[in-house]
């Protein structure tokens, strides 16, 4: 009997390429996704018409550092 649907070729564990790019893909995009839940708050309510990193200083609040620890968990 004839195959209707060609399946294509399967992705196996050992194609250690894709599935390191894979890992890395998911990793970094729950990452971004947990950092802007945990400060959307403080990126509403900044003022992005006149933000400046140069004139304001990179500040660094230990809000900040907590919630980068949390997102990479």
């Known amino acids: 009997m004839r195959k209707i649907w060609n399946k294509g070729h399967r992705i196996r564990a050992s194609d250690k390429h894709l599935v ?11 990452f971004v996704a947990i950092l802007l839940l945990l400060n ?4 509403m309510r900044t003022d992005w018409e006149h933000f400046s990193l140069l004139e304001n200083g990179l500040t660094l609040s230990p809000y900040n550092f907590i919630t980068i620890l ?3 968990g």
Do not use: C, D, M, P
């Not at 390191?20 to 729950?30: K, M």
């Not at 959307?40 to 990126?43: E, R, S």
């Open 40 to 43: 959307i708050k403080q990126l």
């Open 70 to 72: 949390i997102a990479t």
């Open 20 to 30: 390191y790019h894979f890992s890395i893909g998911t990793l970094l995009f729950v």
